[in-house]
């Protein structure tokens, strides 16, 4: 039963973290001047570290060499890596309201792509050439809904973490372990 459920949160864990790495690489991907965001490029790397830490976990459910504290211990980390990344994008979007909010969009670093100067004479990234009004609104919207998902699988991969590292603290108790020991 534990290994199941075990399993069941390392793969809801691993398709959050494929998520969450994709939507931040497309966000880099798509910066148009300087580099990308801090922000942005620290969900590349939850994203990956999660897909990490859930291969190991699982591994260690099926095999005695794993130590039974290193799974306990990277759901732990994992956890509040997650955590970080999606209070870090939380902060950084304060401003934007429910994606709303276009000229603070416009100005934030997380969604505007890149900026040059300051002020009325900013020029944004995510304008281009002979982009409109309603060009420009949609691909800030399209953005800022990627950083909410990513925002929001974060929290989502912090609460699985946090099951996964109940279940293994209950598991050393009652010493109910996996293949190798550990079971979340």
Same mark, same amino acid.
């Given at each position: 039963?534990?290994? #199941?459920?075990?399993?069941?949160?390392?793969?809801?864990?691993?398709?959050?973290?494929?998520?969450?790495?994709?939507?931040?690489?497309?966000?880099?991907?798509?910066?148009?001047?300087?580099? #990308?965001?801090?922000?942005?490029?620290?969900?590349?790397?939850?994203?990956?570290?999660?897909?990490?830490?859930?291969?190991?976990? #699982?591994?260690?459910?099926?095999?005695?060499?794993?130590?039974?504290?290193?799974?306990?211990?990277?759901?732990?980390?994992?956890?509040?890596?997650?955590? #970080?990344?999606?209070?870090?994008?939380?902060?950084?979007?304060?401003?934007?309201?429910?994606?709303?909010?276009?000229?603070?969009?416009?100005?934030?670093?997380?969604?505007?792509?890149?900026?040059?100067?300051?002020?009325?004479?900013?020029?944004?990234?995510?304008?281009?050439?002979?982009?409109?009004?309603?060009?420009?609104?949609?691909?800030?919207?399209?953005?800022?809904?990627?950083?909410?998902?990513?925002?929001?699988?974060?929290?989502?991969?912090?609460?699985?973490?946090?099951?996964?590292?109940?279940?293994?603290?209950?598991?050393?108790?009652?010493?109910?372990?996996?293949?190798?020991?550990?079971?979340?």
């Amino acid at each position: 039963m534990y290994r #199941a459920i075990s399993l069941g949160l390392r793969g809801l864990i691993f398709l959050c973290s494929v998520t969450v790495l994709g939507l931040a690489a497309a966000m880099i991907s798509n910066q148009v001047v300087d580099s #990308a965001p801090v922000t942005t490029r620290y969900s590349t790397f939850t994203g990956g570290f999660g897909m990490i830490v859930c291969g190991v976990g #699982a591994l260690g459910l099926f095999v005695s060499f794993i130590p039974d504290l290193v799974p306990l211990v990277l759901d732990g980390l994992m956890g509040l890596l997650f955590l #970080a990344g999606g209070i870090a994008w939380a902060v950084g979007l304060r401003s934007v309201g429910n994606c709303d909010n276009y000229d603070e969009m416009l100005r934030s670093p997380l969604l505007n792509q890149g900026s040059v100067g300051s002020g009325d004479d900013a020029l944004y990234g995510i304008i281009g050439p002979g982009d409109g009004p309603d060009d420009v609104m949609s691909k800030l919207l399209s953005n800022c809904q990627r950083a909410r998902a990513d925002q929001v699988l974060q929290f989502i991969c912090f609460a699985f973490a946090l099951g996964l590292v109940g279940m293994g603290v209950v598991g050393l108790r009652k010493g109910k372990m996996g293949g190798g020991g550990y079971v979340a």
